[in-house]
């Protein structure tokens, strides 16, 4: 069959369809091939302790829960390939799969681009929802939030660069650069046809700078962003880097429809 090309465009074959990178609509595709760059993202992470048989409850078996301190990522992402800018919230713990890697395992997903929505669902399985985040400086004080439905599921404040601090101090309690998430798909008729857990990783990272002091964290019930579900027992530490990286692609760490669970 003749490659039809109109607009500067050409038709897809089926050897394009079957590709990895393929995206809809064809000829203005959402999600972006990987991999793609992040640059000047300001971040603020924070710490603090929870229930663990509350954090236990959201963890999808295998997975072993590796502690009881959570991390809240708020993220202004100033510059990234296809998408812009947007805010992004990462919420996450450390968990282990028994024989595999341990990382972070990330119950909640927040942010304010549809085309992140997409990708962190359909190629990562991250549970992400559409939400407003914001990160501000107000005077001495960097304030983050995250907000759905009208309302302010999370409130985050941290001193405004007081005391500079290297960078390897904010994976003291799990290493947060190993993402974990349970990716679940179904066929058209209702057969699963997804069931994973994958990982992965950031790559070509640069931290431009990074700052720590103590934090404070409010959460507010939501029932469609339950975040409430992981209670603040004690505001930990929290920190404010820049940084620039890369997303690429992860792996498949466990097949729940194989026989013996492991990725082909």
């Known amino acids: 069959m003749t490659r039809q090309s109109r607009g500067g465009l050409t038709r897809p074959g089926i050897d394009d369809i079957v590709a990895g990178g393929f995206s809809t609509p064809w000829d203005a595709p959402t999600i972006p091939p990987f991999p793609f760059r992040f640059r000047n993202v300001e971040m603020m992470t924070l710490f603090y302790r929870s229930d ?14 590796t502690g009881d301190i959570v991390a809240i990522h708020i993220y202004r992402m100033n510059d990234t390939d296809w998408i812009g800018p947007f805010g992004e919230s990462n919420i996450m713990f450390g968990a282990s799969l028994p024989g595999g890697p341990s990382g972070s395992y990330s119950p909640y997903f927040f942010l304010s681009t549809e085309i992140g929505v997409s990708h962190g669902r359909e190629m990562h399985g991250q549970p992400k929802k559409l939400a407003n985040v914001s990160l501000e400086f107000r005077g001495d004080l960097i304030v983050g939030s995250v907000e759905r439905n009208g309302i302010d599921i999370i409130t985050a404040t941290l001193p405004y660069k007081q005391v500079a601090c290297d960078p390897k101090e904010i994976a003291a309690h799990f290493d947060f650069s190993t993402n974990i998430n349970l990716k679940v798909i ?7 046809a997804i069931r994973q857990l994958t990982s992965r990783k950031l790559a070509d990272m640069t931290v431009h700078e990074c700052w720590t002091g103590p934090c404070s964290v409010e959460l507010r019930a939501n029932v469609q962003a339950p975040i409430f579900r992981l209670p603040v027992l004690e505001p930990l530490r929290g920190f404010y880097w820049r940084a620039d990286f890369s997303l690429i692609p992860g792996q498949i760490i466990h097949d729940y429809l194989a026989e013996d669970g492991k990725a082909v």
């Open 52 to 65: 663990r048989k509350a954090m236990e409850f959201l963890l999808p078996e295998p997975l072993q829960c």
């Open 186 to 192: 179904d066929h058209i008729d209702g057969r699963p």
